[in-house]
Structure formats: structure tokens, C-alpha cells
T-cell receptor
Framework: RKEVEQDPGPFNVPEGATVAFNCTYS??????FFWYRQDCRKEPKLLMS???SGNEDGRFTAQLNRASQYISLLIRDSKLSDSATYLC?????????FGAGTTVTVRA | ETGVTQSPTHLIKTRGQQVTLRCSSQ?????VSWYQQALGQGPQFIFQ???????GRGNFPPRFSGLQFPNYSSELNVNALELDDSALYLC???????????????FGPGTRLTVL
């Protein structure tokens, strides 16, 4: 079983739409969680950390469900610039474990 | 920008050759991690160095080795290259090891290696 699993998408949404997707992780002892964004052929960049109480950063909302071991990301009022691959990331003690990514394409 | 640089940006090698990839971390960052990202996959952890010692290793064979130097630079060496080694290689620096509670890693732009 993979350490982090994501729906690969692609999610193809119009500008202004809301899009949401999840990932699941296998290590119940994982301590911290993140969403990274990766543009085509570029390095991953930290989008936001994910806290147990849920957190927002502008149009982005992240949720963590420890009991079910899943993490979600919701993007409101999608912009063309939100088109990217979103990587779910789990801190497994000494390393980051990445999912394969969810591709989001926002169309005009 | 993250302040982490990598060289070269692109590299083409043939099967069986050896390659050295380089990374320059942010000043003051004692930890560097290396990741391999194959096409269509997420980055996979290779190993981590903390104060010039290997501090954790992923599921990669011994022909993947590394060095970290006191001047915040590091190297990833791969011997006996195989076709499947073709990937984007990313280094990431952090203030300390993730096991010590340091969460944030800053990624370099990567080196794209092609093995023919």
C-alpha cells in the first residue's frame, strides 16, 4: 500500500468554480501534513500546512481527519493561475512522503 | 525564491555511467534531503543528511550515495546508471532534521537527468 494516495484527476473546472479533492495516508503516527503545489516541470512549492482544526489561506481550505486518515483541499473561486498539480504530503518522522498528485485545470 | 540552487539543470548520460548532482542549501540550513521524481509520480525520498552524516534513507540501492559539506553544499552520486534512473532530482534544505520537528523544507529547482 502506498504511503500517500491521491485521486490523480484531472479536475477540469471553469473559472470561479469550487473544486475539492482528498488524499489518504497509511501511517497513523504521522505528525504533520501539507499541500504542495507543483507547476509543470518545476519544483514543488509549499501551499499550506494542514492542521487538525482545519485552516484557511485565502481561497484555499484544508482539512485533516486523523481518525479516517485523510486530508482534503478545497479551492474556492478558481483562477486560471490555480492550474497545477497539487501534492499531498505527510511528514513521516524523518522524511516527507508525497502523493502522486492531483491535476487541476481551470479553464476560462 | 527559496535560495536553494541545483546544478546542472539538465543532464544526459548513458546506461552504466556515473553522475554527480550538486545542491547549494540556504545558509544556516543543516539538513539536506534528496528526492527522485519520475514522470507522473510524486517525489520519492532518497536520503537525508544532517551535519554531514546520513540521517535517514529511503528505499534506494547503495549505488545512490551522497555527501554534505560544511559550506551548505551537497552532492548526490549515482553509479551504474540504469534507464529507470531518468527523473527529476530535487534537493530540499531545512533548518534541522524533520524528526526534530522542523517541518519546512525548501526545494531547489531540480536537475533533470535522462539516461539513454
Amino acid at each position: 500500500r502506498k504511503e500517500v494516495e491521491q485521486d490523480p484527476g484531472p479536475f477540469n473546472v471553469p473559472e470561479g468554480a469550487t473544486v475539492a479533492f482528498n488524499c489518504t495516508y497509511s501511517n497513523s503516527a504521522s505528525q504533520s501534513f501539507f499541500w504542495y503545489r507543483q507547476d509543470c516541470r518545476k519544483e514543488p512549492k509549499l501551499l499550506m500546512s494542514v492542521y487538525s482544526s482545519g485552516n484557511e489561506d485565502g481561497r484555499f481550505t484544508a482539512q485533516l481527519n486523523r481518525a479516517s486518515q485523510y486530508i482534503s483541499l478545497l479551492i474556492r473561486d478558481s483562477k486560471l493561475s490555480d492550474s497545477a498539480t497539487y501534492l499531498c504530503v505527510v511528514n513521516d518522522d524523518y522524511k516527507l512522503s508525497f502523493g502522486a498528485g492531483t491535476t487541476v485545470t481551470v479553464r476560462a | 525564491e527559496t535560495g536553494v540552487t541545483q546544478s546542472p539543470t539538465h543532464l544526459i548520460k548513458t546506461r552504466g555511467q556515473q553522475v554527480t548532482l550538486r545542491c547549494s542549501s540556504q545558509s544556516g540550513h543543516n539538513t539536506v534531503s534528496w528526492y527522485q521524481q519520475a514522470l507522473g509520480q510524486g517525489p520519492q525520498f532518497i536520503f537525508q543528511y544532517y551535519r554531514e552524516e546520513e540521517n535517514g534513507r529511503g528505499n534506494f540501492p547503495p549505488r545512490f550515495s551522497g555527501l554534505q559539506f560544511p559550506n551548505y553544499s551537497s552532492e548526490l552520486n549515482v553509479n551504474a546508471l540504469e534507464l529507470d534512473d531518468s527523473a527529476l532530482y530535487l534537493c530540499a534544505s531545512s533548518l534541522g532534521p524533520l524528526s526534530a520537528g522542523t517541518d519546512t523544507q525548501y526545494f531547489g529547482p531540480g536537475t533533470r537527468l535522462t539516461v539513454l
